[in-house]
């Protein structure tokens, strides 16, 4: 009989764990089909519960694990592109994002009295406190080892425009939050009702309603700012050339004549069949194969589509200056030439992608260098740029590549005196999957955080127009050749945003209280497993 009872429990802690772990594995799922390519973004709102439901019955080493599997199946799935430049790397990146999934799991199990014997009001902070650490973790992936703020949760729900218009207040990560808050919220729900609590009849549950509550709230602000006229200004008419060249940045395969005759074609035909004057004309991100500065091909490229359209170009170009030891310093830039050909200003990139653009240590191991396009790294720039067009003086400023993805770049530009930004990329590594789409969707929310309009030019996609409230217009898919023009309307009168001025508070406070709260807990958890 022992024997029996036995094999019973041990059969049902092996279901149990079963269970756990194809719970965690669908909250994984639900996040990989709220983003791009699927972007059922419905989805993020209900995500996690499966994984918030099986932590709240775990102890804290086993939600870690789940919570880690949850993490790990999504960014395998969100990230599967980066496959096209290293399988390895794609793994490790996988990996090593999901380790930030472990302090919400972590939360969720550490409630003192388990989460199915709640008490109403008691309740809200703790689903609060969930919403808290979960943007700390968010915050922490954006800042840590350089930083990978890719697809947080809330840029899930980038083409939902009456939900993201609080990003100026906290950032994409206050849409986290909300979103968060109704997972935990619903999940609360569930547990109460599966435990009995809920059994003798259906009453108003304060958690559901405040997440309903909360929802509403961010919707109707959306609406409301959606809804607003803005004062009219002077549209500025732009050509986004996008040539579509693969693997544009690695020289050794794309043919050098084929670069320039694409971009002097597209450019021509962009300024020969519109009946509309055109401010600015726009190439990608390393568009031309060479230092622009010092290459007389490039150089008589630029003269030559500058002196027959009569309108300046911005060009995405690599360039070069001799260092205090006569070595040459390499820049990944933006430079604008005026309607003669003559260089007017340039942006040096300032956040470089590791292994990608530079390489860590390259200085002390020279052979890893053979591991960049160049054979070397680049040097990072210090600071943004303020482009002016000839008669115009709203300024604007370039984030070039994954620069789009750091909200801090745009903040330090918006700070500085633009009033419209530019991103030129080139993502043509990464196509055919899914990787241009979600570079876009992570896009748009610096033009919500600091209510400035973006244009975006791309090398194979995606090219288009994002207004000041995230709007996208006027897009040229993935691996298509062409152009496109768009009118933006800088808005010079604005004050700047309270993301602008603050920056990442919201995140910050999170972080700090994130960290009181898991410490709080876990001496908690240690003195109870001590008693016990």
């Given at each position: 009989m ?9 059969r ?7 269970i756990?772990?194809l ?6 799922i ?7 390519p ?12 499966p994984?918030i ?23 395998t ?13 794609f ?7 999901a ?6 799991a972590?939360?969720i ?8 014997n ?13 919403s ?39 950032g ?11 997972n ?12 009995g ?13 405040s997440?309903?509550?909360l ?14 006229e803005e004062?009219?200004s002077?549209?500025?008419?732009i ?5 579509n060249?693969p ?9 050098p004549?084929l670069?320039?005759?694409r ?6 035909l962009?300024g ?12 990608p ?19 030559r ?24 310093d ?19 990139k300032?956040?470089?992608?590791l292994f ?19 054979g ?6 210090k ?14 400023s ?6 789009d993805?750091l909200p801090?770049?745009?903040r ?6 633009a ?8 993502d043509?590594?990464?196509d ?8 876009m ?14 244009v ?23 691996r298509?050749?062409g ?17 602008t ?8 406070t999170?972080?700090g ?20």
């Amino acid at each position: 009989m022992i024997d029996l009872m036995k094999t019973v429990k041990t059969r049902l802690s092996t279901s149990k764990h079963s269970i756990s772990i194809l719970a965690a594995m669908l909250s994984g799922i639900l996040l990989f089909l709220s983003f791009p390519p699927f972007e059922v973004a419905f989805l993020g709102w209900i995500a996690l519960i499966p994984l918030i439901v099986t932590c709240a019955g775990a102890t804290p080493r086993r939600a870690a694990f789940l919570g880690w599997l949850a993490g790990a199946l999504f960014f395998t799935g969100t990230l599967y592109w980066l496959r096209h430049v290293s399988w390895l790397g794609f793994i490790a990146l996988a990996f090593y994002c999901a380790l930030y999934f472990i302090p919400f799991a972590i939360f969720i199990s550490l409630r003192p009295c388990g989460w199915r014997n709640m008490k109403r009001f008691k309740n809200i902070g703790w689903i609060l406190g969930a919403s808290l650490v979960w943007v700390a973790s968010e915050y922490l992936r954006s800042l840590l080892f350089t930083g990978f703020g890719w697809n947080l949760l809330g840029v899930s729900q980038y083409a939902q425009g009456s939900l993201i218009q609080i990003a100026q207040w906290g950032g994409v990560y206050l849409i986290s939050a909300v979103m968060i808050f109704v997972n935990v919220a619903s999940s609360a729900t569930l547990l109460q009702y599966t435990s009995g609590l809920r059994s003798s009849g259906y009453r108003l549950h304060i958690e559901l309603m405040s997440a309903c509550f909360l929802v509403a709230l961010t919707s109707c602000f959306g609406l409301r700012v959606l809804l607003a006229e803005e004062a009219p200004s002077k549209p500025i008419r732009i050509a986004l050339i996008q040539p579509n060249i693969p693997e544009v940045g690695n020289w050794e395969i794309a043919d050098p004549e084929l670069i320039y005759k694409r971009l002097e074609n597209l450019t021509d035909l962009a300024g020969r069949t519109l009946d509309l004057d055109l401010d600015l004309i726009i190439w990608p991100e390393t568009a031309l194969p060479d230092c622009v500065r010092y290459s007389p091909r490039s150089a008589e490229l630029i003269q030559r589509t500058t002196a027959a359209t009569g309108v300046p170009l911005l060009v995405g170009s690599m360039d070069l200056a001799w260092n205090t030891v006569g070595e040459p310093d390499f820049f990944n830039c933006s430079i604008l030439f005026n309607p003669s050909g003559e260089l007017l200003e340039t942006y040096k990139k300032q956040h470089l992608v590791l292994f990608g653009e530079y390489i860590p240590f390259d200085e002390k191991i020279p052979a890893i260098n053979a591991l960049t396009p160049i054979g070397s790294s680049f040097t990072p720039g210090k600071e943004a740029t303020q482009f002016n067009l000839p008669a115009d003086p709203r300024a604007f400023s370039a984030l070039i590549c994954f620069e789009d993805v750091l909200p801090h770049l745009a903040r330090r530009a918006a700070q500085a005196g633009a009033t419209w930004l530019v991103n030129q990329t080139n993502d043509s590594w990464f196509d055919p999957d899914c990787g241009s789409k979600q570079h876009m969707a992570n896009a748009i929310f610096r033009s919500v955080e600091t209510r400035l309009p973006m244009v975006r030019c791309t090398n194979t996609g995606i090219t288009c127009a994002i207004d000041s409230k995230g709007i996208i217009s006027q897009t040229i898919g993935p691996r298509t050749e062409g152009f496109h023009t768009v009118e933006i309307h800088p808005i010079t009168n604005q004050q700047l945003t309270f993301y602008t001025r603050f920056g990442d508070l919201f995140a910050q406070t999170c972080l700090g209280i994130s960290i009181v709260l898991l410490a709080f807990l876990s001496k908690k958890h240690a003195q109870k497993e001590k008693l016990d």
